[in-house]
């Protein structure tokens, strides 16, 4: 059975195969570090949270007078030469301090929407944008299910939020897991290639509009345990860019949207995040719920859909 209860300030979820904690204050949004534990492994997420949201950015260097904390950093060994400019600050993990929560509870499963209005905008750009999450953890499953999504103020050429998927990877030289899979690089890579930082634009990098869109889009960690920690857009095309890098630690982010919006209008990506015992078990759940783009939760039941079409539960 799912359950959820409140702990102060944060929510406390267990289900029949994993224990996870959603943050109300302090560092926010996804499933808290190290909250997610595997009950058949014992195996916990490495880095700072799962699903993590940050800000919403585009394409270009800054404009002439834009203030220092306006700025995107980039041309560096963290950053890479990847020229972008912020759309809507602050970065909501970090900054955001506290995030309003609803949570529904139904049969075999419980779930949390999260939300936040970005205060700050850049020039040319107004604030008010909005981002929100749902989080659904159901019964008998090792994963749970993450819909994020955000709307604009105003009309944007090419508007991508960053966020954390499935998470970074604290370590010492490879100390705690041994390789990760990318499905669209292709076989995994080993932990020794992450030993020494390099920027992202060097190895591993992942642009939509540069290769051909992937028939999945995994990412996973083999961890010291044996078992995979893995996360999945369930449409490969909401992805615009991904990052895999190391820069003191393996930074596994990436990019939804990357493409034109209109004010109003929201843009997202479904995710399902879990554990797995090996590749294939993760294609066969990918392949259940392949095309997601909408997540309807209610007491008396949950469901993913493409197009208004109900896919396999």
Aim: hydrophobic share 35%.
């Amino acid at each position: 059975m799912a359950t959820i209860r409140k702990e102060e300030k944060r929510l406390v979820i267990e289900t029949t195969e994993y224990s996870a904690v959603v943050q109300a204050e302090g560092y926010v949004s996804g499933v808290a570090a190290g909250s997610f534990v595997d009950r058949k492994s014992g195996a916990k997420d490495p880095g700072f949270g799962l699903l993590i949201a940050d800000f919403l950015l585009e394409p270009g260097s800054d404009l002439p007078n834009t203030p220092q904390e306006h700025r995107y950093s980039y041309g560096d060994l963290y950053h890479g030469n990847i020229a972008k400019r912020y759309v809507s600050l602050p970065q909501i993990c970090t900054q955001a301090k506290r995030l309003p929560q609803e949570i529904t509870e139904g049969e075999g499963f419980v779930a949390v929407r999260q939300w936040y209005r970005w205060g700050t905008a850049c020039p040319p750009y107004h604030a008010g944008a909005q981002w929100e999450q749902h989080l659904l953890f159901p019964d008998g499953k090792r994963w749970f299910i993450g819909w994020d999504r955000f709307s604009c103020v105003d009309d944007v050429a090419n508007v991508m939020m960053r966020m954390d998927m499935p998470t970074h990877i604290k370590h010492r030289g490879g100390d705690v897991f041994k390789q990760i899979y990318l499905s669209y690089h292709g076989k995994p890579i080993p932990q020794h290639a992450f030993h020494q930082n390099f920027a992202p634009h060097e190895r591993f990098l992942y642009h939509r509009e540069k290769r051909k869109v992937p028939r999945r889009y995994i990412r996973a960690i083999e961890l010291e345990k044996g078992v995979w920690l893995a996360g999945m857009a369930l449409d490969p095309a909401s992805i615009s860019e991904a990052w895999c890098h190391q820069r003191d630690y393996v930074c596994l982010i990436q990019e939804i949207g990357g493409r034109a919006v209109k004010a109003g209008e929201w843009t997202g990506a479904i995710h399902i995040i879990g554990y797995f015992d090996s590749i294939e078990e993760m294609e066969a759940v990918y392949d259940t719920y392949r095309g997601g783009t909408a997540l309807h939760v209610a007491t008396d039941g949950w469901r993913l859909t493409q197009g208004g079409t109900s896919l396999q539960k």
